[in-house]
């Protein structure tokens, strides 16, 4: 049997899958923020040797604790050290060895689903990819997405409670664990990640800069970059805390009247895209012999490739339209 039109499907699914994925990751603010931290950790690169050291005691202890689970799905996964950040954003708690185990059961379990139901194998093999990979990605994305939402929403509150404590006469270190003890939820958790770190001997502006690169959030990289640039030029931080909590505050609620204002087509294109999959799986489960002309009659993989492009390519127009940068 002639392999090559699955292949020209394969590649078609792929491609449309790839164009949705940059589609709707929408721009973000991660690279301005990185390059702005980047310049604030040059100003200190000088006097953080011993911050530095004491991160790779850090990591060593951390690769002491990691189980054979772990370095077994590091060896197959690509970039075990960034998927671990990831992980940590969500809170949860899992390791790079439940995501593999959890990646490997999804795929088995697919594919010896979809094959013994009559399925090609390269078609079975493709859908076992996608749900594989893309199911845990998503479920991960979820958690990360929604426990930064609970973070942005409470974070103003945290900001101002700092700053009524610089007024009240306390150093930034101590009011830090006061909120931490104060504040419930995931600005409680990041906070008492930065008050315990700071106990062990790490610098404010380290303990910041970390977990500023593992939330990824631009309103966190805002409060450390804030914080770096006073301890360096000095002035009046409860003021400026209070109007980085206002920026916030703004910044807010422009973005819930843009989603608002973006709603109709975002569930236009959700619809869209969605539907001649949905149609597909249900004439597939009536009529099976009916759709498997798609995988054998050249004309039909032809249309059904390029039907497959132009859905991918009108996606991701309606996706740049109604994402916006804020």
Known sequence: MDMLPYMMIAAGAFGVLALLVFAFSGPSPKQAGARRLGA????????????????????RITANRATRMDAAAARFLPNPALL????????????????????????????????????????????????GVGLPHFVVG???????????????????????????GLPITETMTVVAQEIDGPVGEEFRAVSDKM??????????QETAERLGTPEFQFFTITIAIQRETGGNLAETLSNLAEVLRKRSQMKLKIKALSS???????????????????????????????????????TGIGGLVWMGIGAFIMAKMVNFEI
């Not at 940590?88 to 094959?115: C, D, E, I, R």
């Not at 426990?147 to 700053?163: C, G, H």
């Not at 109709?264 to 969605?274: F, H, M, N, P, Q």
């Open 40 to 59: 604030v950790r040059q100003r200190y690169a000088a006097t953080n040797s011993m911050a530095a050291a004491m991160e790779a005691q850090m990591r």
């Open 84 to 131: 671990g950040k990831r992980l940590a954003a969500t809170g949860m708690g899992w390791t790079v060895g439940q995501y593999g185990m959890a990646t490997l059961g999804l795929f088995v379990v697919t594919f010896a689903a979809a094959f013994f139901q009559g399925a090609p194998a390269l078609l079975a093999l493709l859908v076992a990819v996608f749900i």
């Open 142 to 168: 979820f958690f990360i997405g929604r426990r930064v939402k609970k973070f942005t929403i409470k974070f103003p509150d945290a900001i101002e409670l700092l700053v009524r404590g610089l007024r009240s």
């Open 199 to 208: 106990k062990i001997g790490r610098s404010l502006d380290a303990a910041l």
């Open 264 to 302: 109709e087509s975002k569930a236009s294109a959700y619809i869209v895209g969605a539907l001649p999959f949905i149609v597909f799986g249900m004439i597939w489960m009536i009529n099976q012999g009916y759709m498997m002309n798609f995988f054998i009659d050249q004309r039909l993989m032809i």
